[in-house]
């Protein structure tokens, strides 16, 4: 069962560098979503995909940050000039068609020191 | 922003006892899902209630949903250790533009004990 992929699971790096994280859903889906999530916090949603098409992002979102989704199969997420405030869990999450039940990964944390 | 706030933050019980958590969000939605989360790992779908059913069951998990107070509660029976773990509901806005951005409450934090 090749359940919502993320890499890398740990990544700690110094403030202004840019770090790139990997989301590969589970094959079939065709919609993929990133959120972020703060320690003793719930998820919050970042973007949404359909196939290639990023069909919405968060004001959480700020122009740092870049999601793709070439050809509709993995994504990744770019923080460019990262700050301390980045420091989160990353989490990518994919799901069917119209089904409202997401398949989460298990997240990439971020340490910016 | 939070749309749900899970109550309590945390709760401590015995093994076999049964569990509640409630969630209260703010805006109507089209269904409430509740999700687990084991220490630093991905969140695992537990349970959707659609907005015009009012319980449902899924094994020993009970998910009740009153949209007039624009709350839900999660009921786990005969708990295990292994059910330790944050809860999280999560609701999508009735926006009537298809539902796919869940919002998130701050979840609570279930220790079963032994």
């Known amino acids: 069962d090749t359940g919502v992929s993320q890499n890398p699971r740990h990544k700690i790096t110094k403030r202004g560098q840019n770090v790139t994280f990997r989301c590969d859903p589970i094959?079939?889906?065709?919609?993929l979503y990133w959120y972020r999530q703060t320690l003793g916090q719930g998820p919050e949603f970042l973007t949404y995909?359909?196939?290639?098409?990023?069909?919405?992002k968060s004001r959480l979102l700020s122009d740092r940050f870049s999601a793709e989704r070439p050809k509709g199969s993995f994504s990744t997420l770019e923080i460019q000039r990262t700050e301390q405030g980045d420091s989160a869990m990353y989490l990518c999450a994919s799901s069917y068609h119209n089904d409202e039940k997401l398949f989460f990964g298990s997240g990439t944390q971020l340490s910016v020191l | 922003s939070q749309q749900g706030e899970e109550d309590p933050q945390a709760l401590s019980i015995q093994e076999g006892e049964n569990a509640t958590m409630n969630c209260s969000y703010k805006?109507?939605?089209?269904?409430l899902q509740w999700y687990r989360q084991n220490s630093g790992r991905g969140l695992v779908h537990l349970i959707l209630?659609?907005?015009?059913?009012r319980e449902k069951h899924s094994g020993r998990l009970r998910v009740t949903l009153d949209t007039s107070k624009k709350s839900s509660s999660l009921l786990i029976t005969a708990s295990r250790a292994a059910d330790t773990a944050s809860y999280f509901c999560?609701?999508?806005?009735?926006?009537?533009?298809?539902?796919?951005?869940?919002?998130f409450g701050k979840g609570t934090k279930l220790s079963v004990i032994p």
């Open positions: 094959s079939e889906h065709n919609r």
């Open positions: 805006t109507s939605i089209n269904n």
């Open positions: 999560a609701t999508d806005a009735d926006s009537g533009a298809g539902s796919y951005q869940l919002t």
């Open positions: 995909f359909q196939n290639e098409a990023q069909l919405e």
């Open positions: 209630i659609r907005s015009n059913e």
